[in-house]
């Protein structure tokens, strides 16, 4: 997920003023409040949580998270609250921490696609890919966007290839690079004067690492890896 302030301009409640104090407009409740809890909490929350986003376009990630911790400190019951912070955590490469963020995110709104797809990511990160297609998969049933849909399908479809090739169900594709020649051994060209035939079929050369041509064919595909 690439972060994106604008989740918050419709929901702005509140102005930073130039000086840097914080100052409240009057609540309009109706437009973004979550529904649950404290309203006014809710309002006093979002001069951090608009804070924490300005941090986080100049990418100060750690004024961010600190801004976001804050910002639920005041009320915990607003999912792009731990959305953002579990983005910022990701930004530290702090993965058990966002985990936590984003289900935490899902927990408040298990309707929304994003928080899903985070916490997919965010499991992606520790190499624990039985649990990122779950939650690729409960993603999908929050219908995202059409562009997102077919990332997250592919992203699936690449993370079960892996299983397999782990488990050794599925082998890896095959590289382009022709494969070692069969020939009949006995040709004057290749062994002693005078040497005869002996209709004998024998490989040429043993098996060689992946290539960097090889690993070039193969990037972009998520199986580099397994030819390394």
Known sequence: ?????????????SVLVAVGTLAFCQPCFAD???GRGNPHDWSAALPYYNLANKYMQQERYEDAIQKYHEA???YE???DFFNNLGV??????????AEQAFKSAAA???KDWMSWSNLANSYLKQDRLEETIKAFEQSLKCNPPPQEKEAILKDIADI????????GNVQPPASKTPPAR???????????????????LKPIGTARPATPRQNQELKGTGWEEVAK
């Open 1 to 13: 997920m690439v972060f994106q302030p604008t989740t918050s301009i419709n929901r702005r409640l």
């Open 32 to 34: 973004g409040f979550p």
């Open 72 to 74: 639920i400190g005041r």
């Open 77 to 79: 019951y607003d999912p």
């Open 88 to 97: 910022a955590l990701r930004k530290i490469e702090n993965f058990e921490a």
């Open 108 to 110: 408040l709104n298990a």
């Open 160 to 167: 079960k290839k892996i299983i397999g090739v782990r488990s």
């Open 182 to 200: 069969i020939i009949k051994e006995g040709k004057q060209a290749r062994g002693a004067p005078g040497a005869k035939s002996t209709g004998e």
